[in-house]
């Protein structure tokens, strides 16, 4: 756990969320301002700033995160219709969050570009 970290506070239950899942090595859970009416976040249990960091120190735990999405989206219904998965690196990529998180998004048209 990291201190002033969000999301190793709402790993560790300190902040709450709507935790959809969760095991030794990974925590999803809705996102508190949903861009989509599937908007899950899917994170590492043990901090880390940026997916490139965390697939340099442990690229098994990426796997994972990654497994863990795509349950996510079939137990919310997506997996089908097909999900969006992102990791925003960095204030360009507007990362407002320095715990690497996978944003799940479904539910609605994503196709890219829009248009
Ligand atoms: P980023 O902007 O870093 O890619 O994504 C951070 C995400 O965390 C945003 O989509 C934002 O809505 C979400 N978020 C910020 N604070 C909270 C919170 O307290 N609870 C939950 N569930 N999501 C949060
Ligand atoms: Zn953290």
């Given at each position: 756990m990291t201190a002033d970290c969000l999301f190793c506070a709402i790993v560790s239950g300190d902040i709450p969320a709507d935790v959809v899942h969760r095991d030794d090595d990974a925590v999803a859970f809705r996102d508190i301002?949903?861009?989509?009416p599937v908007h899950v976040l899917v994170i590492p249990t043990s901090h880390c700033a940026t997916v490139v960091e965390l697939a340099h120190q442990d690229p098994a735990r990426v796997g994972h995160l990654l497994s863990v999405a795509g349950d996510v989206a079939r137990a919310e219904g997506v997996a089908e219709s097909g999900y969006r998965i992102v990791t925003n690196t960095g204030p360009s990529a507007g990362q407002s969050v320095h715990h690497v998180h996978f944003h799940v998004l479904g539910g609605r048209d994503l196709t890219w570009p829009p248009g």
């Open positions: 301002d949903p861009k989509a």
